[in-house]
């Protein structure tokens, strides 16, 4: 590690883009405009499941105003039969299908054809008049629904077990031998559960404004987790090559990995590149509910065996997950992390891949590891309360540690898990007294955290202070930490750096904005570049004292000799060399593009404490506290809001959030009025305890840190219910009208 | 159908303008006027994203027609600082880390503008259900909350 002497980094600096976004001056993708624009719609399906027999759009052609219609024609096919096209982990068989429907339709709200026209209001009247001619099919929304015999099937082509089916895939980690570790428990629990697929629920809806010149050079303004991915995607899906392309990236108004795909691009550029026109599209909410995200809704069956002494010696599970029209739901997640906090001797860990008639599910925060924590985490509490042991004391008894070999896979070096134990046992908040019909409970999670490709540029600018160019979208305040880095390498004041995000032709090649790897990819990139632009400075410091470079050191941002004995001269500061710079060697600066390796998988554990108003079924969190490994904290305060944000959206999921469907398989909340984020008055204060157990593959420690707070909370949640009422719920969310339900449940059967 | 012309004042400067009877004025100021910090979640009144103030009462301009501005004065967030300086509860965002993504901020800063008008020593129970209304789903809303206490105590200590 190649930390100075952290002037900057672990400081809570105001971040580069934070005036901005107070004064409403930042660009978000809705936010521009280009001259001569004209508006694209896009005309839905109303059936969960339907067979496309004919499109006729003469008549939305022939309306006054509009200027292009597109349908999937106009797409490029990824023919099923020639096999996977893999676009990191998206399929484009199924990403071409799914952003405008080719044969069939398969749930409501499936784009079936585009409209671009002078204005909104027409471009939405030419919609109502493309005729398309559906043969409806049989549908199935729910997972049972999906798996029953007769079943309707989505995609005919696919086979599990030899049969039709909507099992698309099945993966396993395994460790041991399960039959042998159950046979040598003294103790077993085995529970199911089931979870409501949620939404990303990212305030900003999806949009784009698009151009596409004569030439075909195109120009994209929009907000997604990645430059790149649009670019890419994009290309593939309209024939125009990568070279072409400029993906801008907007200002993006939360993601939380539900934009990690497109939607919208690759019609916007075909209905441009038609028109001859810039195109915006700017999706509706009910839009962005029907259509995007969400991710799965699953059922999970979770065993687990134990020596009476609190050793778990056996762990089984098996986890079903919505993928919704198309193959691809978080498994991985799922079977890779609800047993990875834990060292078992014994793990089977198996997930299964459904389809339904539902929209096709995208990333959310730690994809698929908060619905098997939830799972897990649940039973592991009902197997302290059993063993009559602390729950905390339970985990600590089992904790991975240095050397543990993961189900998954690895051997996990040095770790921070047992840390967050103990500093969660000692917490003030975990010996604090409870009240009547209050409840405590805990959990803990673990993500893998990613690498991967990205590339900067620190550039020496001609008055000698600096800019760093990144190419991830900058979603919680990323460009805070690169910006506090940078000051802390180059010994200069933070204020003199200068952060901005790279359009797709302007830095190199940087992977999405997910997997927790931004700050500790672009930080890698950003250290290594500062170094080369620091050896650039000391040899020109060198050259002008005529000494050797090796007897200049730089510090406090300026270069000097390393010792008296290395000649006396004035220190050379970074104005003094950028000033000198075009007679001594011309510009300084350095880019560095990388694929990076050795970032570590991250570990939380939380205490939550609800009560309950049992006259109306109403849990609420009262106090919460979320306690991770961070590695190093490069700006706590941004690290604390991923924290923070990550158990706000758990508690949503835990007690509120969830699709309702109608008879006609139709989401009937596509809003946020009847689909319930939690507002400000639903939680309190939501204390951090950061951890620090430095990443030793990392120059300044860094671990990703956005997604392990969300793996938890559900399970925390539901403990911390089942202490305040003595009742486990084995379902999400633990709304209202559930609980209240279960609360009445004894007093009917008395009555009986 | 004819358009309207609608005469009013926006962050206190006088402002003319057409809108169709059916437009938003969320519609006429990040359109015509050109003033895109007010933003649209939902258009359906649920986000907040969008609040402005009409004769210094907070409102959802999603839920408001364009012409029902003749005669009033609309503040936005493009009117919080005054020149080059930021409003007390502007600079406390920034310094609490009180956004992430930013796509609230506007209209929470709007709301709890509003909020600190009519009340300025509000208890946390109170700051949490007046910005109820605005949605943010990046910081579990902890700092946001703390920024909007500190800024009342420093303004009610400025103001003594």
């Known amino acids: ?752 | 159908m004819a358009k309207l012309h609608v005469t009013t004042s926006v962050n206190g400067e006088p402002v003319e303008f057409l809108c169709e009877p059916y437009e938003t004025m969320l519609d006429a100021l990040r359109g015509q006027l050109g003033l895109t910090g007010s933003k649209e979640g939902c258009s359906s009144g649920d986000c907040g994203a969008c609040s402005i103030t009409l004769d210094g009462r907070l409102v959802c301009s999603c839920l408001m027609l364009a012409a029902e501005a003749e005669g009033h004065e609309i503040r936005t967030i493009e009117g919080m600082a005054r020149g080059g300086e930021l409003h007390p509860l502007q600079q406390k965002f920034l310094e609490h880390a009180a956004l992430q993504c930013g796509i609230c901020t506007s209209g929470m800063l709007v709301a709890s503008e509003a909020l600190l008008a009519k009340n300025s020593n509000p208890t946390e129970e109170e700051v949490r259900f007046w910005l109820a209304g605005n949605l943010c789903r990046c910081t579990g809303y902890d700092k946001i909350v703390r920024a909007v206490m500190e800024t009342a105590a420093e303004m009610r200590e400025t103001a003594r």
């Open chain 1, 1 to 752: 590690m190649n930390v100075v002497n952290n002037k900057w980094i672990g400081q809570r600096t105001i971040r580069p883009d934070g005036v901005d976004k107070v004064t409403g001056r930042a660009a978000f993708a809705a936010d521009t405009t280009m001259p001569g624009m004209i508006w694209g719609k896009v005309l839905r399906s109303p059936h969960p499941h339907a067979r496309i027999k004919a499109i006729n759009t003469a008549k939305a052609e022939a309306l006054p105003g509009v200027k292009a219609v597109v349908t999937s024609r106009d797409i490029v096919d990824f023919t099923i039969e020639k096999g996977a096209v893999m676009l990191g982990i998206q399929d484009m068989r199924w990403m071409c299908r799914n952003v405008m429907a080719r044969d069939k339709a398969l749930f409501p709200g499936h784009p079936v054809a585009a409209v671009a026209a002078t204005s909104e209001e027409i471009a939405a009247e030419a919609c109502k008049l493309i005729e398309v001619d559906y043969e409806v099919l049989p549908w199935a929304i729910e997972i049972d629904d999906a798996l029953k015999d007769g079943a309707p099937i989505l995609h005919e082509f696919n086979k599990f077990d030899g049969k039709p089916s909507n099992i698309m895939g099945r993966i396993e980690s395994k460790k041991g031998d399960i039959a042998q570790g159950f046979k040598d428990a003294e103790i077993v629990i085995e529970r199911s559960f089931t979870t409501r697929p949620v939404h990303q629920g990212y305030i900003e809806p999806h949009a784009c404004l698009i151009s596409v010149a004569a030439d075909g050079k195109t120009t994209i303004w929009s907000s997604s987790q990645g430059q790149f991915m649009v670019r890419a995607m994009t290309s593939m899906l309209t024939g125009i090559p990568q070279s072409d392309i400029r993906a801008i990236p907007a200002e993006i108004g939360g993601g939380f990995g539900g934009k990690t795909i497109v939607y919208l691009e690759p019609l916007a550029t075909l209905l441009a590149k038609k028109s001859g026109r810039p195109v915006k599209m700017v999706m509706t909410r009910e839009e962005v509910m029907r259509a995007t995200g969400p991710t799965s809704g699953s059922k999970s069956t979770v065993k687990i065996g134990a020596k009476k002494d609190g050793t778990i010696v056996a762990a089984h599970g098996s986890f079903y997950l919505q993928a919704g029209a198309f193959p691809g739901s978080p498994i991985r997640g799922a079977v890779g992390c609800s047993f990875a906090p834990y060292d078992i001797p014994h793990v089977l860990s198996e997930g299964f891949d459904v389809c339904s008639n539902r929209s096709k599910v995208a990333a959310y925060r730690a994809p698929g590891a908060p619905i098997g924590a939830y799972a897990v985490e649940c039973v592991l509490d009902e197997l302290a309360e059993a063993l009559k042991m602390d729950p905390l004391a339970l985990r600590l008894k089992n904790a991975a540690k240095e050397g543990t070999k993961a189900a998954h896979g690895p051997v996990f070096p040095r770790i921070g898990y047992i840390e967050t134990l103990e500093a969660a046992k000692n917490h003030p908040h975990y010996a604090a007294p409870l009240g009547k019909l209050q409840g405590r409970g805990v959990a803990s999670g673990f993500w893998f955290n990613a690498g991967g490709e990205s590339s900067a540029q620190v550039n020496i600018t001609e008055d000698g202070n600096v800019v760093v160019t990144t190419g991830h979208p900058d979603i919680g305040g990323s460009r805070a930490g690169i910006a506090n880095i940078c000051a802390e390498l180059l010994g200069i004041d933070y204020k003199r750096v200068s952060v901005i995000i790279g359009d797709t032709q302007t830095v190199g090649f940087s992977n999405l904005t997910g997997g927790s790897r931004v700050l500790f990819a672009s930080s890698m990139v950003v250290t290594q570049a500062a170094d080369k632009v620091i050896a650039t400075l000391r040899e020109r410091a060198a050259k002008l004292w005529e000494i050797d470079p090796e007897a200049v050191k730089w510090e406090n941002g300026a270069a000097h000799p390393v010792s008296p004995n290395a000649g006396q001269f004035e220190p050379l500061t970074l104005a003094d060399l950028a000033e000198k710079a075009p007679s001594q060697g011309g510009p300084i600066g350095a880019s560095v593009q990388l694929n990076t390796q050795g970032a570590e998988g991250g570990f939380g554990t939380h205490i939550c404490d609800v009560e309950v108003d049992v006259d109306l079924g109403i849990v609420r969190v009262i106090r919460y506290t979320a306690v991770q490994d961070v590695g190093r904290a490069v700006h706590p305060s941004y690290v604390e809001g991923q924290l923070q944000g990550g158990v706000a959206q758990g508690i949503g999921w835990a007690l509120n959030e969830e699709y309702i469907y109608n008879k006609d398989g139709k989401v009937d909340n596509p809003g946020f009025l009847d689909y319930r984020m939690p507002v400000c008055s639903d939680l309190p204060m939501l204390d951090c305890a950061l951890v620090e157990v430095p990443n030793p593959k990392h120059p300044q420690g860094v671990k990703g840190v956005g997604e392990v707070p969300l793996v938890p909370v559900m399970a925390a949640v539901a403990n911390a219910v089942h202490n305040a009422l003595g009742k486990r719920f084995y379902s999400l969310p633990m709304s209202p009208p559930k609980v209240s339900a279960a609360l009445d449940a004894p007093t009917q059967q008395a009555a009986e």
